[in-house]
């Protein structure tokens, strides 16, 4: 637009066209947050639950797991830690994008948006979700004798999107 380092001599029409127009965006990584666990039987070593490439159906190593649910604890005997270190939701990336353009008339000054929160509608899984435009909070299924017993259970934090039409006086 007129003043600017693209396009500073063009007319008022192609500027009212050009000109004005702002990007701006957000990026958003952390680390996934740790696997809630009730209290499963477990007769492996607590650091072989651990995987390298946790994926939504495989979060974590069942294998050493009781399965039996006529096996499972009678009473609230604590044999298992609620967290583990090591045992984490993949991390989360998310982007929020928006584009906007500022029109001045007069005294006037009018303002279209376009705004785009988790722009590449990128998926994570994580019961603490804290980002939440639009998000099923997901959780581990915990329980050893359930038929998918280390996978999430659900998996959706969806694009969401917004236009703006604002008016400064």
Known sequence: GKGKFFGPNVNRAVDLLIGGWQIQGISYVQSGSPIRFQNPLYYGDIHDITIDNPTRERLFNTAEFETDSAKQLASNLITFPSR??????????????????????ERFQIQLRVEAYNAFNTHFFNDNAGYTYGSTQTTADTTPTSPTFGATQTASVGRVMQGVWKLVF
Request: glycine letters at 4%; aromatic letters at 10%; zero cysteines.
């Open 84 to 105: 583990l270190a090591g045992v984490r939701y993949p991390h989360e990336t998310t982007t929020d994008l928006s584009i906007f353009k500022t029109v001045k008339l």
